[in-house]
């Protein structure tokens, strides 16, 4: 398996939360471009509202913002409108991007006063790029390093004041030293599906697709608490309303489309649900060992841990325990099977081979 920049597994599942490249193509007509047309978020929205609006009223620079969650929530827009609220320009790399010191350096060199650097993935900057950022975020000087050996010399480099913006998946795999330079730190969370709802209206409206509200509220209820993924069904939904009907999408044309897509009601794909159903009916719910999960379903380990597990924990539907993976009676009810009579989380193996 590979991983791409955010540490994602690349897969081409519909639901993958990464970007793949048709994302990429619509994203950007997709964004909101201020913080009143960016949905849900209100407290992470509310606060950095306060925080530019101050700075705006100084007329100096925003403080760095440190935003942190999980992929396709919205930290690459959020970064482009602090740079559009404060009427600045936005300079965008990521942490594998700067590898070496002097990477960041002749970044930091070109930025003009007040530009803002979003930089992605910042937990996964190198060591010594690292050290640099402390110095240029807190005194807006960096010193580069000329020569090499004994007679390497550091020459001191004024930055005008910029605002850096760094983005990260996990905020608990920062530095402390790094953390505690940023101003303001906003928690990124998953979105309850009415606010999904918005975004796919927003979305078909700009991309000019007829949806009914119950049409949205059916693609929403899929999306895994995600916009990318919400605009991604859309996408896909919109195609099957094109082909097998008049294009407008109704409730009955969504549910009919992500059948087809194999998407479920709860947002699992057919690995998603391959896994279940492999520790529902061969495992009797378990406690099984994630290799013999593995080999049940025909796939690798990493694909069952890395890709599948992580929503269905999130979802309640199974739980990692130090005696293996089990799964609770949220995911007999979803499967539609029944649990046998002395199922609990602790994983009794009776009904070993399942009802
Ligand atoms: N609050 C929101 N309202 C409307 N659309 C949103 C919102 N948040 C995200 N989106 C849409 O979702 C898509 C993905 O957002 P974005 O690229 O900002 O996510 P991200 O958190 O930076 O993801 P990654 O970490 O993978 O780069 C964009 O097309 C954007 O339009």
Known sequence: M????TGEAVTDRLVAASADGEDRAVEAAL???????????????????????AARAR?????????????GLGKTTLSMI????????????SGPAIQHAGDLAAILSSLTEGEVLFLDEIHRMSRPAEEMLYMAMEDFRVDVIVGKGPGATAIPLELPPFTLVGATTRAGLLPPPLRDRFGFTGHMEFYAPAELERVIHRSAGLLDVDIEPDGAAEIAGRSRGTPRIANRLLRRVRDYAQVKADGLITKEIAARALDVY????????????????????LFGGGPVGLSTLAVAVGEERE???EVAEPFLVREGLLARTPRGRVATLAAW???????????????SQQGLFGP
Do not use: C, Y
Request: proline content about 6%; aromatic content about 2%; overall charge negative.
């Open 2 to 5: 590979t991983w791409d920049e």
């Open 31 to 53: 964004r909101p471009k201020d913080l009143g047309e960016f949905i849900g978020q209100e407290r992470v929205r509310e606060q950095l509202d306060l925080v530019l609006r």
């Open 59 to 71: 007329g100096g620079t925003a403080d760095h913002v440190l935003l942190s969650g999980a992929p």
């Open 82 to 93: 602090i740079a559009a609220e404060m009427g600045a320009p936005i300079r965008i790399t």
């Open 262 to 281: 194999e998407v479920d009601l709860r947002g699992l794909d057919r690995l998603d649900r391959a896994v279940l159903d492999a520790l529902l009916r």
């Open 303 to 305: 694909t069952v841990e």
């Open 333 to 347: 009810a979803h499967l539609g099977l029944v649990p046998p009579r002395h199922n609990d989380a602790g994983g």
